[in-house]
């Protein structure tokens, strides 16, 4: 069974109203199907929980959609890993690669379990993919 790692922006594909959602929702169906298996650090629920809520600040969902949406990425089947232990590879890894120390969390997760690290962020598809090979965009 294949691994990936996923960051937030494709968490925030399943249980926000975003365009090209379907990749992320066909991801999220052959990890509950055990086709492939989703890793990431704990970070994801943090980077999640915070973006939900700047969302109700906007207007854009209620605070019981947060609860909801918060809930169904928090309780899914998803292997969370312990951040602490990423944190010097990580720290290496943005200096080395002069990219965003939070994307870096990922990263050092996804080399941890030699396996791709998948995100629907264009922005750190750009600065990471030359940069390290594992970084793929989900679409």
């Not at 169906?29 to 943090?46: F, T, W």
């Not at 019981?64 to 944190?87: D, G, K, M, N, W």
Request: proline share 3%; net charge neutral.
């Amino acid at each position: 069974m294949e691994t990936f790692v996923l960051d937030c922006s494709v968490a925030a594909k399943w249980v926000l109203n975003e365009i090209d959602c379907a990749p992320a929702l066909d991801l999220l169906n052959k990890h509950n199907s055990g086709e492939v298996r989703l890793i990431a650090p704990e970070l994801l629920l943090i980077e999640l929980a915070s973006l939900l809520v700047k969302r109700n600040r906007q207007k854009d969902i209620s605070a019981s959609q947060v609860h909801a949406a918060y809930s169904l990425v928090a309780e899914s089947s998803i292997t969370l890993f312990e951040i602490r232990p990423l944190l010097s590879g990580a720290l290496d890894l943005s200096l080395r690669h002069h990219m965003s120390f939070w994307d870096c969390i990922y990263l050092a997760l996804a080399l941890e379990h030699d396996c791709p690290l998948l995100t629907a962020d264009r922005r750190l598809f750009r600065a990471g993919r030359s940069r390290h090979s594992s970084i793929r965009l989900l679409q």
